[in-house]
């Protein structure tokens, strides 16, 4: 597949400049940097959530963990982490678990953790396990204009030392 239609369109809409980096296939964000020769947290990647209000996108650097129970006393909402089948359907152009952090283009609320946006390249999934697009940090302003931006990092996500989850 390469890349979602989803994820091309958006990018040719907001005449992104990207460069689409194949990798041996991966099941996590470490292992994806590990086989780009990347830093982690480098990576945007994307965990789904759902409330009473719909669905929502919280978009975190690759080496850490969305600490849910911290984002629904913050915002004062019942999150909980989305089903497997229900972010396939969301996500029907993405394989299982190769989500692409661009919550604008699936229709979908996003937060974002604000320390991506000072990073001059970010790397993120293009909806299968075998590539990543590459663009600069100009562009994740430009493609994720309007999000909700968080100072998570205090709160939200915590740093993992050896383990991440698989999303």
């Not at 830093?39 to 209000?53: C, G, S, Y």
């Not at 001059?120 to 931006?149: S, Y």
Request: charged letters at 25%.
């Amino acid at each position: 597949m390469a890349m979602a239609e989803t994820v091309k369109s958006y990018l040719l809409k907001h005449q992104i400049d990207y460069e689409l980096v194949a990798h041996p296939k991966t099941s996590s964000s470490r292992d994806s940097a590990e086989a780009l020769h990347i830093p982690e947290d480098h990576i945007a990647k994307a965990v789904i959530v759902k409330d009473t209000q719909g669905y929502a996108m919280v978009i975190i650097p690759g080496h850490h963990w969305l600490k849910l129970k911290a984002m629904k006393e913050e915002l004062d909402r019942g999150f909980e982490l989305a089903e497997e089948n229900e972010i396939n359907k969301l996500f029907s152009d993405c394989q299982s678990g190769a989500i692409p952090p661009l919550g604008p283009a699936y229709k979908l609320e996003t937060f974002m953790d604000q320390r991506l946006l000072t990073l001059a390249n970010v790397f993120f999934e293009a909806g299968d396990h075998q590539h990543m697009v590459h663009i600069d940090g100009k562009a994740l302003h430009t493609l994720l204009k309007g999000v909700r931006h968080q100072d998570v990092h205090k709160s939200w996500v915590f740093f993992l030392a050896k383990l991440l989850i698989n999303f």
